[in-house]
DNA sequence: TCCTACATGTAAGGCGTTACATGATTTA
DNA sequence: TAAATCATGTAACGCCTTACATGTAGGA
């Protein structure tokens, strides 16, 4: 359940609600995990009760009161013996890529389309990651951000990732275009 | 349900057992999708008692009998709408990745070690990648298999994706490094 | 003799998505 | 006036993993 592993880490930077928390992974962490507040509510009081987490009711005017949780030494501890073991091989599902395994199904010219929708939707995504970068680490690893470090790592994986998705399109693109070049 | 569709896919290449589907998504498409046969049997018993698949009984000697399926031309037009719609932004779930984001609550030493530990995984997976490049595709996209084309394709994404793994945990370390000088 | 390949199933339980439900305040 | 933000919950259903269950043939 890696999920409660997720919640402990960012209970281990800050103390949050709920609800900062599914912003959380919306905003900064959808590359590589994502979770929605129905499923992080119910698991937030399951911890609570298993003592890894705490919280503390919190009175506001203006907006809804809030429960703020934070992690607990017995949380950390769960935390750090998560780290430490070596993660099993992440099995990934992409839909996506899933489909251009069947393109042969479709006509050349829509796969070329539809590979080009491609390249345009993880620019995007590029765009936003680069965004972010720009305003979170303006001059690289070196900012000084504490605690920062590993979430400039991660958030590096998720542009190199997008760039290499960008190239694998163009390339892709380009064999289908010599293809045809034979076959005419 | 996407599981479907993968299966559809499969079946629109050649007939197949339940065993030989199991066996495709382990060996050949385990980078972008995987299941296993508990979920796969019952699966296809679905899609047959709606018409998108048709099996034969097939009496063996030597071996346990077996159900071959094949793709109905309903099975046909299922599969090409499906491949048609525009993928929503997948979400993927990188365990692996979400670690590191928390390593900030090991010490330097512990998260280099675990950094080379994920390089030296990701070195093996692509060395697997390589060998079935090499096994089904000796050169390159111009290798005169039929329909594996985008089977091609597929796979340079995870090779692609497997060397950017290992740059990247090079970079890691060496970002990691530059700061222990500094602060020494 | 033990392991692997071939081959197909079921059952329990956990994980995850979508939809339902409420409601004040601020911004466009 | 409509939408977004803040804030927390529940319920239904479907997907997926792990374990249980069985049995033959061939190779190391």
């Known amino acids: 359940m890696s999920l409660k592993h997720a919640l402990l880490g960012l209970l281990s930077e800050r103390e949050s609600t709920g609800y900062d928390l599914t912003k959380m992974f919306e905003l900064s962490m959808s590359h590589y995990w994502h979770a929605g507040h129905s499923q992080i509510y119910p698991l937030l009081d399951q911890m609570e009760k298993n003592g890894l987490i705490a919280f503390e009711h919190v009175v506001q005017k203006d907006k809804p009161n809030k429960k703020v949780y934070r992690i607990t030494p017995r949380g950390r501890e769960t935390l750090v013996s998560w780290l430490k073991v070596p993660p099993t091989l992440s099995r990934y599902k992409d839909e996506s890529l899933l489909k251009v395994r069947f393109f042969q199904n479709l006509s050349e010219e829509h796969t070329i389309e539809l590979l080009r929708d491609r390249r345009r939707a993880h620019q995007a995504t590029l765009d936003g990651y680069r965004k972010l970068e720009a ?39 380009s064999q289908l275009r010599k293809k045809k070049t034979r076959s005419s």
């Open 135 to 173: 305003t979170y680490f303006p001059v690289g690893p070196a900012t000084p951000v504490r605690r920062g470090l590993f979430a400039y790592f991660t958030l590096r994986r998720g542009i190199m990732f997008e760039e290499e998705s960008i190239r694998w399109c163009r390339w892709s693109i």
